[in-house]
């Protein structure tokens, strides 16, 4: 799992960008773009700027001492889901999931693998025969075994 947050980038009322902020705090924390950006399949696995946020990052020691360098924070911590970690599951075993809705609520339910292949996993929702949830690689998704 590639664990991810948000930078928030302190907003200046100077008449300096969000980038030019950024890059004068990367500088001063001896940070490079290349130690905290990901690069994903689509857009929203690509580091990006948003409104004085940089997202996603990767969640790490570099993108700490940066967040302290601005004197701000990190928030949204997540996890993507990778190839690798779809290999550690087998059909019939039970898994915790957590990941947040398309409308932004944090969910969390419990079920079983039922199908799994290289890119793809299938989780049957316990107490159900037809709910669940199929997730793929680069998803936002924490699944857990217990």
């Excluded at 030019?20 to 705090?25: G, I, N, R, T, Y």
């Excluded at 689509?42 to 996603?56: A, E, F, I, Q, S």
């Excluded at 339910?109 to 680069?138: A, C, D, H, P, Q």
Aim: proline letters at 2%; one cysteine or more; glycine letters at 6%.
């Amino acid at each position: 799992m590639i664990k991810i947050c948000r930078l928030s980038i302190s907003y200046k009322e100077e008449s300096k960008s969000m980038k030019e902020v950024l890059a004068e705090a990367m500088q001063k924390a001896g940070v490079t773009m290349e130690q905290i950006a990901i690069n994903g399949p689509d857009y929203r696995n690509k580091t990006h700027y948003g409104n004085w946020v940089l997202t996603p990052v990767l969640d790490n020691e570099a993108t700490a001492k940066l967040a302290a360098v601005l004197g701000t924070k990190t928030d949204i911590p997540r996890q993507i889901l990778e190839d690798s970690d779809l290999q550690a599951y087998h059909e019939g075993q039970k898994v915790n999931v957590r990941y947040q809705s398309d409308f932004g609520f944090n969910c969390e339910g419990n079920g079983k693998v039922i199908r799994k292949s290289n890119k793809e996993i299938t989780i049957l929702k316990k107490g159900s025969r037809s709910k669940g949830w199929t997730f793929k690689s680069w998803d936002e998704v924490t699944i857990e075994a217990y």
